[in-house]
T-cell receptor, first 110, second 114 residues
Framework: GQQVMQIPQYQHVQEGEDFTTYCNSS?????IQWYKQRPGGHPVFLIQ?????EVKKQKRLTFQFGEAKKNSSLHITATQTTDVGTYFC??????????FGPGTRLSALP | NAGVTQTPKFRILKIGQSMTLQCAQD?????MYWYRQDPGMGLKLIYY???????DKGEVPNGYNVSRSTTEDFPLRLELAAPSQTSVYFC?????????????FGPGTRLTVL
């Protein structure tokens, strides 16, 4: 079945540094979503990417969908302590459901 | 709108006991989902429903059952609880059309089976 992997598993950054997490699917995706989960909280939707090569920005966050629609990335510029949490990608093939990656846990030191 | 609500927030079960995790949404979403999240891991889909009266298995359905008699409610039933079912359970809903079909998650139920 479809598998979604994310790297790195953990990332520690100094506040102000940049951060990138990568998501790779074993199958071609129809679209991909990104979620953020704060410690002890529930996943919160960030964005959905649909088109090959699509790039979307939300303030300091930049999301990219690969040309082959099998990978995606999330880049945070100048990390702040409010960015701390686990970032999940969720890839949807051409079925009904999304498969979540294992997540990248981001911690930031002030 | 309350969004997606889940009860209880916490529960401890003994091996072999049964329980129902409640989930309700007031956004008139047709799609509803149950996920489990083991410590430090991602979310695994247990069951999902595309509308009242329709349910289907996800990736890890064994040991669970669901029903969807109304659009609003999607309870998850655990029969004969086992320690392997210790996890945090999230219910989610999403609209069927329009917008990005984002999933709205409830606050979760933390279940421990001893």
């Amino acid at each position: 079945g479809q598998q979604v992997m994310q790297i790195p598993q953990y990332q520690h950054v100094q506040e102000g540094e940049d951060f990138t997490t990568y998501c790779n699917s074993s199958t071609t995706l129809s679209n991909i979503q990104w979620y953020k989960q704060r410690p002890g909280g529930h996943p919160v939707f960030l964005i959905q990417l649909v088109k090959s090569g699509e790039v979307k920005k939300q303030k300091r966050l930049t999301f990219q969908f690969g040309e082959a629609k099998k990978n995606s990335s999330l880049h945070i510029t100048a990390t702040q302590t409010t960015d701390v949490g686990t970032y999940f990608c969720a890839g949807r093939d051409y079925g009904q459901n999304f498969v979540f990656g294992p997540g990248t846990r981001l911690s930031a030191l002030p | 709108n309350a969004g997606v609500t889940q009860t209880p927030k916490f529960r401890i079960l003994k091996i072999g006991q049964s329980m129902t995790l409640q989930c309700a949404q007031d956004m008139n979403h047709n799609y509803m989902y149950w996920y489990r999240q083991d410590p430090g891991m991602g979310l695994k889909l247990i069951y999902y429903s595309v509308g009242a009266g329709i349910t289907d298995k996800g990736e890890v359905p064994n040991g669970y059952n669901v029903s969807r008699s109304t659009t609003e409610d999607f309870p998850l039933r655990l029969e004969l609880a086992a320690p392997s079912q210790t996890s945090v359970y999230f219910c989610a809903s999403s609209p069927t059309s329009g917008g990005p079909n984002e999933q709205f998650f409830g606050p979760g139920t933390r279940l421990t089976v001893l």
